[in-house]
């Protein structure tokens, strides 16, 4: 870069990444150049995976919005590459670019750096996974779990879902509480989702659902008395529930064994993975043990208060949110402005809160909705369940994509009013 302006290199242009550029533009204006690294140049609405499975529609459709034009209206740079390495002492990052096979790596230097490229979703450690489980994360497992609902091949037996245990850093203990499991939601939204297609294709009801989780309550960071009401409802319409099970050691032909022992007899099991981060973060300064970058609430390193991150890749977003990755990325724009004099210091050390905000789809047009900062210290737990919550969950993702990502604020706040006032039982 030749240009005397600050250069921020945002890695990961999905949820944080691209509001994350977006929210930089905004607050530090015309006082940076951004350059957004993705091996992907579109952004995947994965919260909207599962919806679409279970309607029978293709995800790869519905869910992928070309991030070019967004990326264009905040005047960022966009390269397609796969990220290598990340040298903070000599501020540069490694890629390889990825339009086409056989490009060498290449360094590229910044003055910022956000890491927000997520984590991995790691199925390979499930030992039999590939062959015998099913998953709704991204549109190839979420194709593959479409066609076994669909084209005949679950044949109505018993069904287990749950996640694998989370191994999460101990460095930011003291910020965040620790969690079992990377992300919740999607469990309890998939089991109640499959019990409505179970009853509309003929097949039986909850009673034939067992959900797991390896924590002493499934996501628990929803809060106690809200997931007390779900679990409450979920007995009552006949799910099986198991907690405290331990971690996934195989998934076989008929079912899952536990790595305390237990085991469930299951013909479709659909798993939620560890959340790992990228191998080569592991062992950076920047990490804690297990590879996720360590930040203080205002999202910045403190060992180098030029590199901050954002999204499920920085140790302080537990659980694995959007929506906390969404909060963490107002933060960081406003971290790099201010110190490029374009934002003031009381607006700009507003530390991250973080609310758990999740709507889940149940099928037959009804959804759930929490809002809940109570596993944080906080007193906020609202549930709500209902069809307005599933018009929210639809609407948000069709105005996220026709404001390329840029949702205003009163959409949200529209969303909790609607929710939360006007209609939800
Ligand atoms: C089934 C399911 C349902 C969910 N439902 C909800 C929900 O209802 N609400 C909610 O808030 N959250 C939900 N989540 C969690 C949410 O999807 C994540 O928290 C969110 O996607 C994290 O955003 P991110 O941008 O940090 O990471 P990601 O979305 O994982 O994006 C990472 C980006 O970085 C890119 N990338 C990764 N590695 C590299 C590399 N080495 N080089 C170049 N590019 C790279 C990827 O291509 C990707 O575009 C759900 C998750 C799942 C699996």
Redesign the pocket.
Known sequence: MTSSKAHVVV????????ASAQKIREYAGDAVDITV????PY??F??N??GEVFEGRDPAATLKMDTSRALTEAQATFVQ????AINPDTRTID?TPKEREGAPSETLGYDYLVV????R?AYDKIPGFAPYAH???DTYYGNKLRKALFGGGYKGGPIAIGSARFHQGTAVKDLVPMADAA?E??PV??MMSMATWLKNHGLGGPDKITVFTPGKMIAEDAGRQVVTSLLDIASQMGFHYRNNIGDIAEVTHDGIRFTQGDALDAELKIL?PDWVP?PFMKGLPICDEEGFVVTDMLMRNPKYPEILA????AAV?VP???????QESEIVGKQIAHDLGRVGEAAASEPLKPLV????DMGDNQAFYIRSNSWYGGDTQVLKIGRVPYLL?MQYKDLFFRTQGKVPPWGLDAAQFLAERLFAA
């Open positions: 890695l990961g242009g999905n949820f944080a990444g691209l690294i993705d091996r992907n952004l995947l994965i919260p995976i599962p590459g796969e990220v290598r890629f927000a490229f997520g984590c979703l998953a709704a994360s992300c939601g999607p939204e998939i939620l990228h954002c999204g499920d890749a977003t694995k949110l959007g929506a906390i990755g969404h905000y999740c709507i889940g969950k």
